[in-house]
Structures are given as C-alpha cells and as structure tokens.
C-alpha cells in the first residue's frame, strides 16, 4: 500500500513539475556549434520561422531558437507578458554563459533585441533588427501616451469576444498586409489563430506600451537594421526608420526591396544571403 501511495505522488509531483515548467516565457531549441546567435520570431510567429536561416548558420554557428509563450502551441503565462518575455532571455544568456551574443530579431523580436542590447552589462554583441521599430505604437497611435494603454480596453474587450468565425476573418485581412506571398500569408493567419486569444490581446498592449527610443542611446555595438519596402515605399520607410532611430549612434541600414513585413518569407534567398553578410563583416 505504502509503495502505491508512493507511486501516486511520485505520478502527481512529476505531472505538476511538467505543467509549471511548459508555463514559462520562452522556449528555446538549439543546434550547431561555434559563436552563440539568438532567433527571436514575431509576435504570434513560432521558432521556426527561422527553420530555413538555421538550417544554414548552425554548420557555423551555435543557434538559440525562440518561441514565445502563449504562441506556436506552448502554454501561456500571467500578465504583464512581455517584461517576463524579456526578464527570461536575459536570465537564458546568464544561466547559459553566453558570451559574445548575436541575436536576429523580427518584428516584436528585433524590438526585444534592442531592449537586450540596451540593458546594462550586456553580453550581446551584435544585433541585426528585421523590420521593427523601437515605439510601434508611436506610429500605430495618434497623441501616442503609453500610460493610456491598458489592458481593459473596448479595443482588447471585442478582441476577447470575437467568435471563431469572426476572428479568422480578422487574422486572413492582416496576413494579407504582412507578405506578398500567398502561401506565406496562409502561414501568417495560422499562427495568428493558433496563439493563445488573451496573449494575442494582451501581449500586443504590452508591445504598444513599449517605447525604446532613449534606450537607443545605450547601444554602442553594430546594429544592422533590415526594412521591408511594401506597403508604403522607401522614402516613407526610410523617413520612418530614420526618425524612430534617430537616437541610434550608428546602424546599417538595409532595405528589403519587394518585401512586406515577413522579409524572410517574400525574399528568402537574398535574406539568408544578406544575414550571412551581416555575420560575416562583424
């Protein structure tokens, strides 16, 4: 009797132990051998976004895949999300003894990646930001004040009550806005109807609150900065950049010329040849 009993919490504690680890802000795979660089996706967008660039840079490099939580099917955490998000690389880089870090971020990725390279005493190294902004909401918002934001919103509040039908017409209207690429844009919708709805929400007020520009002034490592050319053309995209970095004491610009917001699924091949590029200059 005693050893059942045993068995029983044995079981218990094992089954618990596993819920609370999937529970955590990020997950990471990795492959390769050689200098560290760090893959963080976009917001609802999987690790393996980043399948086809690792694929090729793991012959050279150790590569740290990022999914976040509550996107790609892994479980989500409590509110606020993206300052645990960010707490968590940053412990990963320690608890890893990493040195010398590059990280390639997307979208909310390339924004992490410049609040990484901000911080003080940073182990990252070198950082290569693909089509994102330090403050998106400065563009997104007019008379932009991130204290206004909040969580209990009307915005959040239809967000949250959208039926299933309702929200899959709204994931297919911005997949078609994020890539030139109809079989990217399916891709795009269905990691979009995949994440977890409150994280989607939610995740995305903390992304809006989050304005980076006086942190700029913090980073003195190379920086490559790509930028999609689609919807709005160069000049606009490169006054946008330009203003939003102005605080930035030197980057590399690179614009991706027939290429919406998922650069690395309009234009494949001249992505994977322009990161390694980047790489292999720094």
Not at 148 to 157: F, M, Q, T
Not at 206 to 229: F, G, W
Request: with cysteine; charged share 20%; proline share 5%.
């Amino acid at each position: 009797m005693k050893t059942i009993v045993l068995l029983i919490l044995s079981t218990f504690f094992s089954f618990t132990f596993q819920v609370e680890d999937k529970a955590k802000p990020i997950h990471v795979e990795v492959s390769g051998k050689g200098s560290p660089i760090i893959f963080i996706p976009g917001f609802t967008v999987p690790g393996e976004i980043w399948n086809p660039v690792v694929k090729e840079l793991e012959k050279s490099y150790e590569c740290h895949v990022v999914t976040l939580a509550g996107f790609g099917g892994k479980a989500p955490i409590e509110f606020p999300w993206l300052p645990k998000v960010n707490d968590a690389l940053v412990n990963y880089i320690s608890d890893n003894n990493l040195e010398n870090v590059t990280v390639i971020g997307h979208s909310l990725g390339g924004t992490i990646a410049t609040w990484l390279a901000s911080r003080e005493n940073s182990k990252v190294s070198n950082i290569i930001i693909v089509d994102a902004l330090p403050a998106a909401g400065v563009l997104m918002i007019p008379n932009f004040n991130p204290d206004n934001l909040a969580y209990d919103s009307p915005y959040n509040n239809q967000q949250l009550s959208m039926d299933d039908a309702q929200f899959e017409q709204t994931a297919t209207m911005m997949s078609q806005g994020m890539s030139v690429n109809k079989e990217a844009q399916e891709d795009i919708k269905t990691w979009i109807l995949k994440a977890d709805r409150e994280t989607y929400v939610y995740g995305y007020t903390d992304y809006l609150k989050l304005d980076l520009r006086e942190d700029l002034k913090n980073i003195d490592i190379p920086t490559t900065i790509i930028a999609a050319t689609k919807p709005f053309g160069k000049d606009v995209v490169t006054k946008n950049y330009q203003n939003q970095y102005a605080n930035l004491k030197g980057y590399n610009f690179i614009l991706a010329e027939d290429a919406a917001h998922f650069v690395m699924l309009d234009q494949p091949e001249w992505f994977l040849n322009t990161i390694k590029t980047v790489l292999s200059t720094q």
